[in-house]
């Protein structure tokens, strides 16, 4: 029998869903990056996690909302898009912007061969749609007065037109495989990223409630990580205004004193992608010992 909440040892389990396929590869590093080490075999869709308080479990992205919103997973992992595709009546605990391939949003958008006479939403009239997104493609339809069969796609819909589609919709983070098929945007129907959502009666559980609050936070702040690093340095007082024109950073840098005389410590938060051409002008302009570290968290 479980325990009440707050008893020692309290054997209280929060079941968490795990998105399999795509955004698996990413959600673990994400996990792993706020502090969550989840193990995943090929033969078992039951993950390990090194918190005893956590159970997991892998889902298709796509099946997510609705085994939240039946109670079988207090919380889970999954996109905008597959909420909003079957209605489920869930709590969004936090948006987290990620995705298989960047740390972006994704969006779906109706494409057709380049050489498609097709320009709008309006040139759909009585042709054939695939795509996995089938209800919330009807309901872009049906917004735009249109009237269309809408196809569920198995997959490789981007080979579907011209021969068993007139137009596909389907989901892109760059527009690469679109291309590649030679396809088009025509326009977008949706913007979507992933969100961590909980089960209505679990979220008014106080233990489960304050457990995802938590994951949230670190989540948020292992994305919040992501692109930036550390940097520390040494400078000599006269040269500290020099060395702090030379930093952007995230707030104000964090200035210390040292032991040796009218030297200090400089700590600071910066974009990864600027340490290139920051470091050699901070050595011009005084710093020494400059120190740079990877970072999983940011936490306000």
């Not at 325990?3 to 929060?14: E, F, R, V, W, Y």
Request: a neutral charge.
């Amino acid at each position: 029998m479980e325990q009440p909440l707050g008893a020692p040892n309290n054997m209280a389990k929060l079941k968490l869903g795990i998105p399999k396929g795509s955004l698996e590869t990413a959600t673990v590093d994400l996990f792993r990056r706020a502090g969550f080490n989840i193990a995943i075999s090929s033969r078992s869709y039951f993950p390990t996690i090194d918190d005893p308080e956590i159970e997991c479990m892998l889902i298709r992205a796509q099946e997510m909302a609705r085994y939240v919103q039946d109670g079988i997973l207090d919380a889970g992992l999954t996109g905008l898009d597959w909420v909003a595709e079957v209605g489920a009546d869930v709590e969004v605990v936090a948006d987290l912007i990620y995705s298989k391939a960047s740390f972006g949003k994704v969006r779906w958008v109706l494409a057709v061969p380049e050489s498609s006479s097709i320009n709008s939403v309006k040139d759909l009239e009585g042709k054939i749609i695939a795509t996995e997104l089938v209800g919330a493609t009807q309901r872009y339809l049906a917004r735009n007065g249109v009237t269309a069969k809408v196809e569920f796609s198995w997959g490789a819909t981007e080979v579907k037109p011209p021969i068993l589609a007139d137009a596909i919709v389907e989901v892109t983070e760059t527009g690469s495989s679109l291309r590649a098929n030679k396809l088009r945007i025509v326009e977008t129907l949706m913007w979507s990223n992933t969100q961590l959502i909980a089960n209505k009666t679990s979220w008014t559980d106080p233990w489960k409630q304050a457990k995802l609050k938590d994951l949230k936070m670190l989540l948020d702040g292992a994305i919040a990580a992501l692109g930036k690093v550390g940097l520390m340095l040494n400078v000599h007082k006269d040269n500290l205004k020099a060395v702090l024109e030379v930093l952007p950073a995230l707030k104000r840098p964090t200035v210390s004193s040292l032991s040796e005389d009218n030297w200090l410590a400089v700590n600071t938060i910066l974009d990864e992608s600027t340490v290139r051409t920051i470091i050699p002008r901070l050595k011009t302009a005084g710093a020494e010992g400059i120190v740079e570290y990877p970072l999983n968290k940011i936490v306000p």
